[in-house]
């Protein structure tokens, strides 16, 4: 009888420490088209079966055209309220757009362009050239139609710069950005050559500009040779066996973000 009691105890003192799956909530799903009316980011506006006080419960605010919330955030706040969103899919951050709530009537200007029939990503501001998006940048619209190189994930394009000037309500293509210049045509840099404990430096005269991982010519204030070099960062790049393994190392970056 004591051990029974004992394993009791035990059992109701772990209880809160154990795995959420040992507990799973009411299964959900993220809606498609995620809006909201008011400012208020609900439950409710984000997934489809949640019903009840739960629908109304508000885990962030919009002050803007749009609010870019963490996927792993906005789990932990469902699990709280007994739901369960798996997130399959893998999605890092979840943007909630200026529009209709909950099947209701659209909010502000921009719930004009729901009478759209393709849902495209596009710029929330004008971004000038050479400015890194950020993810409060982007925002889903339905237009007529999208460019035929249109991301289909906001991930795809958050982190990298403008390549030249971009208005706000366009819809974002991939040709619009890329990776960060971090050396410009005319950059007085350090090329160095590292092999097998032995280092090298000289300094090169940037011909072209680059971002980090690029083959970039570079020619040598010295001999004023023409040579081809990989950007490390501001002011640096490299030569030999360390710049093949720099570029490999930011191709498989650069694809795995997008």
């Known amino acids: 009888m004591k051990a029974l009691f004992l394993a009791a105890a035990l059992i109701a003192f772990a209880a809160p420490l154990l795995p959420n799956m040992a507990f799973a909530g009411a299964p959900v799903t993220l809606r498609m088209d995620t809006t909201d009316a008011d400012g208020r980011v609900t439950l409710g506006d984000l997934f489809d079966g949640v019903s009840g006080p739960a629908a109304d419960m508000v885990i962030a605010a919009r002050m803007g055209p749009t609010a870019v919330l963490e996927a792993g955030q906005v789990q932990m706040f469902a699990r709280r309220a007994g739901y369960d969103w798996t997130n399959s899919n893998g999605i890092r951050r979840i943007i909630v757009r200026e529009g209709a709530d909950n099947g209701g009537t659209s909010g502000g200007a921009r719930g004009v362009a729901s009478r759209g029939n393709v849902e495209v990503l596009a710029y929330a501001r004008s971004i000038t050239a050479g400015e890194i998006v950020q993810p409060q940048d982007l925002i889903w619209v ?39 210049q971090v050396i410009k045509a005319g950059d007085l840099i350090t090329i160095t050559y590292d092999d097998g404990g032995i280092s090298l430096s000289l300094q090169g005269k940037a011909i072209a500009s680059a971002a980090t991982g690029d083959v970039f010519a570079v020619q040598n204030t010295l001999s004023k040779k023409i040579i081809q070099a990989v950007a490390t960062g501001p002011g640096a790049a490299a030569v030999g066996p360390q710049a093949q393994g720099l570029q490999a190392r930011s191709q498989q970056v650069r694809f795995a973000a997008r």
């Open 142 to 180: 339905k237009m007529a139609g999208a460019p035929s190189d249109a991301p289909r994930d906001a991930d795809a394009v958050i982190g990298l710069a403008a390549k030249r000037p971009l208005r706000e309500g366009a819809a974002v293509s991939s040709r619009d950005v890329g990776a960060a």
